[in-house]
């Protein structure tokens, strides 16, 4: 296996926890409560822009151009596409105001602030946060009827996506081929700690930690 998938099938059983979450069961049905569901996007809503910071320290340290031009691609339709889906979202849902980070969601957003350091750790964190959504968005189900479900599973699916999502595998095996055991090390610490976080941050919308 590649590195990266080392890396994932380490992670296995608190990735499958994420990817077969209540709440994305219940995204697919259509029947995430709005409580629930306005909780989840107003906490996700505060990633938008460490998330785009991180993608621009990709973009910042990328030691080859074709990446280097990819990910600066995809840092455009984060900032479009999905700071859209939020605004209506939230207006739907009746969520004024910026939230408060619940614990989960400060773990992430200062793992997100670490991994701008190196093109190493800023591909591995970027890599759990958009293949995780992948897996759970490429369910082979029914789409929900209502656009604030469905609109949230097509953001992380279809061949854009998964292209998108294939050049950060591809690059994670890439840059850990040539790393010395250390950088290795620390790019598989980073990724159980996303993972860990993501399961959290899912059960947070439920009221958990």
Do not use: C, N
Request: charged fraction near 30%.
């Amino acid at each position: 296996m590649s590195f990266a998938d080392d890396m994932r099938a380490a992670t296995a059983s608190m990735w499958d926890a994420a990817v077969g979450h209540r709440f994305v069961d219940e995204l697919w049905a259509g029947t995430v409560d709005d409580a629930v569901m306005a909780r989840y996007l107003a906490q996700d809503a505060l990633f938008l822009d460490r998330f785009v910071a991180l993608l621009g320290a990709a973009v910042a340290t990328a030691d080859r151009t074709e990446p280097r031009l990819a990910i600066a691609r995809q840092l455009g339709l984060v900032a479009g596409d999905e700071d859209d889906y939020f605004g209506r979202a939230l207006a739907r849902l009746g969520a004024t105001g910026p939230a408060d980070p619940q614990p989960a969601t400060q773990g992430f957003l200062d793992l997100m602030d670490e991994a701008r350091g190196s093109y190493a750790d800023a591909l591995t964190v970027l890599l759990v946060a958009e293949w995780l959504y992948l897996d759970w968005a490429s369910r082979d189900a029914r789409k929900p009827d209502d656009w604030l479900h469905r609109e949230w599973i097509d953001l992380h699916r279809g061949p854009a996506f998964t292209t998108w999502v294939d050049l950060l595998r591809t690059e994670t095996d890439r840059i850990a081929r040539d790393a010395d055991p250390a950088t290795r090390e620390r790019m598989t610490e980073l990724f159980t700690r996303a993972v860990d976080l993501e399961r959290a941050f899912f059960d947070a919308s439920y009221g958990g930690s």
